[in-house]
């Protein structure tokens, strides 16, 4: 039996990376080689807030994909809460599934999460070779910008850089840094604890 884990993201960046940053906590940082991670589901941020967008994004997930034993939903916290925000779209979510399923909010945006780790990404897309992060990086608010500035051509392009990072980044130093990347660690391995076992 063939199980995985079903990602919900926001955009075509995350499509590419997020895949990478669950398949590498898998295998490299629980080491469960045995669960898949299915193509994400993309729905815009400002739609999944709304009631009954996530509910249907769940529902069109679980129908196209094969396999799915659990649902993560993976988004940036923009300007909204994460402490207050999340638990509702949680909810939600586990309403709509008949799955186990969680949300994760990456503090203001996912790229905090690179620059917590941006030692790891020296020389990678053209990261500078003596960047070092910056305190506090899940503070920033502008976090893409803070990355074009450590950039020799001076600019993060989504689609084109963030797959490359998530593929680079070294998940110790972030977990440290950022305490969302380490929430979505903890989330995935409860998320696989879960699911039935293989049989």
């Known amino acids: 039996m063939t199980r995985s884990i079903a990602p919900i993201v926001e955009g075509q960046s995350e499509v590419e990376s997020v895949p990478i940053l669950l398949r590498r906590i898998l295998h ?40 799915v034993e659990a649902v993560l939903v993976v988004l940036d916290a923009d300007d909204d809460c994460p402490a207050r925000l999340g638990p509702a779209l949680k909810e939600r979510a586990e309403r709509a599934s008949a799955k186990p399923a969680a949300v994760v909010f990456a503090k203001h945006e996912l790229e905090a999460w690179f620059l917590g780790a941006k030692e790891s990404l020296r020389g990678v897309r053209g990261i500078a070779p003596d960047a070092t992060p910056p305190p506090q990086p899940e503070n920033i608010r502008g976090a893409k910008e803070r990355l074009s500035r450590n950039m020799r051509n001076g600019r993060y392009l989504e689609v084109d850089d963030q797959s490359a990072f998530a593929e680079r980044m070294n998940f ?16 995935v391995e409860e998320l696989c604890r879960q699911m039935p076992t293989n049989t």
Do not use: D, W
């Not at 045995?34 to 967008?53: L, S, Y």
């Not at 130093?173 to 989330?187: K, M, Q």
């Open 28 to 67: 490299e940082s629980l080491n469960i080689p045995n669960v898949q991670v299915a193509h994400p589901f993309r729905v815009k941020r400002n739609r999944v807030v709304r009631v009954g967008e996530l509910e249907r994004a769940i529902e069109m997930t679980l129908k196209t994909r094969a396999g």
């Open 172 to 187: 110790e130093a972030a977990t440290r840094a950022c305490p969302s990347f380490a929430r979505l660690v903890r989330v």
